[in-house]
């Protein structure tokens, strides 16, 4: 839920305070949800395989590689709902949900794995 409050504060920001598209705007949100969650996961849902130094940069490159595919999907269907009428805040949730699932199961199984 704070990758989806983060992922609405900043697409709010974006999609008011500057003349982005609202594909940049969702794009860059999703960004910093995922950087957000990231970083929140390492600190509290993996702390007991919690990555530091090198392995928290490349554990969170490897988090952002893998939620690119939920990324896409996010930034595609988000567009695709606010192009047919809806507004920012509706797309921008839905574009968010849709790679929820994918985010979490996956980097859970990729980047925080017990060696």
């Not at 554990?59 to 809806?86: E, K, P």
Request: overall charge positive; glycine content about 10%.
């Amino acid at each position: 839920l704070t990758g989806l409050g983060i992922h609405l504060a900043t697409l709010l920001v974006l999609t008011k305070a500057t003349a982005l598209s609202f594909g940049a705007a969702q794009t860059l949100a999703t960004v910093a949800a995922i950087t957000s969650n990231f970083v929140l996961n390492n600190l509290f849902t993996y702390r007991d395989q919690r990555l530091t130094g090198w392995r928290f940069a490349t554990g969170l490159l490897r988090f952002q590689v893998i939620c690119a595919i939920g990324a896409i999907s996010n930034v595609g269907i988000a567009a695709w709902v606010y192009d047919y009428g809806g507004r920012w805040w509706i797309a921008g949730f839905c574009g968010a949900l849709v790679g929820t699932v994918w985010n979490f199961v996956v980097s859970a199984a990729f980047v925080w794995r017990q060696n």
